[in-house]
């Protein structure tokens, strides 16, 4: 069961990562990653953030690069924050492939 506060702090993160690929995948043509779910650990200092990635068949290798600069998106992420959260939690990323299930099943509800 998730608390209040790691609700809210989930959505802040959500909204703020959101933001940033947002502005990093503008320099990209092509390529588009939404943040679909933010989790927060209950002592809120781990947060998994679950990425939608398109197109799909790039997602391993977007998904790589991003695990590698996490540490330079926790510092943004943090400099966005820094008034509401007093320590910004460590970053974990996940493809989030329920969208792909989602149309798997439909294709096979189809046949």
Known sequence: MESTRQAKISRLLQKELSELFRQQTAKTTGV?????VVRVSP???VAK???SI?????G???LESIRHSAKTIRYELAAKVRYVLRKTPELQFYIDDSLDYIENIDHLLEK
């Open 32 to 36: 588009l990653v939404s943040v679909s």
């Open 49 to 51: 953030a679950y990425l």
């Open 60 to 62: 391993a290798e977007i």
């Open 43 to 45: 002592d809120l200092s």
């Open 54 to 58: 398109f197109p799909s068949e790039r």
